[in-house]
């Protein structure tokens, strides 16, 4: 693979709706902070009441700022909203496998990907053309592709074999820029 920048960047499908949630939480968290501060600077102590500070909240009269449960929930909310907007922004697993071709004299970037649910049933249908398989069900990643079927065959190591080296062939032919490694496993069903 060149040394040139990718056009495909794996990028997780959650970012936007994790970023929204994380900032919703953290802006709760931060307002319930400024305003537990505020109330404490007020009246000097940690003892204040939770109206004090805001005065829609009258109903929680009894409960102080200082209170365990305030704390614990003022830190959980912090939490959770730095987790989400962690997991939200960090990028999510490789999706893509690329794809090695003749880029058009006219074209200056030109990058040709599969997904990986395309090569899983790119594995399946070629499993599947294998004498002795019933069904198949195929995997991927962007390293490799899990191939497991079923077959009525007490003795399968042939069927086994010939299996993985069917989607190996087939895999090896279509030029990907890193080949795939191909696992195969054999369950055994009556007919």
């Known amino acids: 693979m060149s040394t040139r920048t990718r056009l495909f960047r794996a990028r997780p499908a959650r970012v936007v709706p994790a970023v929204i949630v994380a900032s919703i939480i953290l802006a709760i968290a931060v307002a ?4 537990a501060i505020a109330a404490i600077a007020t009246t000097g102590t940690a003892d204040s009441a939770l109206a004090d500070g805001l005065p829609g909240l009258s109903d929680l009269g009894a409960i102080r700022w200082g209170a365990a ?3 614990t929930v003022g830190l959980v909310l912090t939490v959770v909203g730095l987790f989400l907007a962690i ?3 960090a990028p999510g697993a490789k999706r893509i496998v690329g794809y090695c071709t ?3 004299e ?8 599969l997904p990986t649910s395309a090569l899983s049933n790119l594995a399946a249908a070629v499993a599947d053309s294998v004498d002795g398989v019933s069904s198949v069900r195929a995997a991927s990643n962007a ?6 079927f079923s077959t009525p065959v007490r003795d399968n190591d042939e069927i086994r074999s010939e299996v993985d080296a069917a989607v190996t ?3 090896a032919s279509i ?3 890193r080949t795939p490694t191909v696992k195969v496993r054999a369950l055994r069903r009556q007919a």
Do not use: Q
Not at 32 to 35: E, S
Not at 106 to 112: A, P
């Open 175 to 177: 030029g990907f820029d």
């Open 143 to 148: 390293s490799s592709t899990n191939v497991t």
């Open 87 to 89: 997991v939200g922004i």
């Open 106 to 113: 006219h074209i200056d970037r030109f990058e040709v990907v």
């Open 169 to 171: 062939r087939r895999f």
């Open 69 to 71: 449960a305030i704390i």
């Open 102 to 104: 003749e880029a058009p």
């Open 32 to 35: 319930l902070g400024w305003v």
